[in-house]
């Protein structure tokens, strides 16, 4: 498996429009393609303009097949409802899940 791990910064006030825009649009959009697993969101209790988003995948190959214009026009369609300036990515991040063998 492989985590897809982005840090997002945006305002208090717009942070559940946010949370709800981005499971209407983003998740929807990455679901229709195989190898997508779940995607959670995390909320920093001490930090309430930062958000993180975690999406799940059942390997590189599938979180990299989607095609870049699908990842344009969703975020273009995101940021039209959004507004392009009220959020930012600031950090992302690939990780690899190494798993062992239980005994």
Known sequence: MVVEWLKVQVAEELR???????????TAALAKYPGFLGKQVWINPHK?????LVIHWANLEAW???PAEVIEATEKQFSEQMGA???K???GAEYHVRKFPSS
């Open 48 to 52: 309430p303009e930062e958000v993180i």
């Open 16 to 26: 559940e429009a946010f949370i709800q825009k981005d499971e209407a649009i983003w």
């Open 64 to 66: 990299k097949s989607i």
């Open 85 to 87: 300036d009220t959020y």
């Open 89 to 91: 990515l600031v950090e």
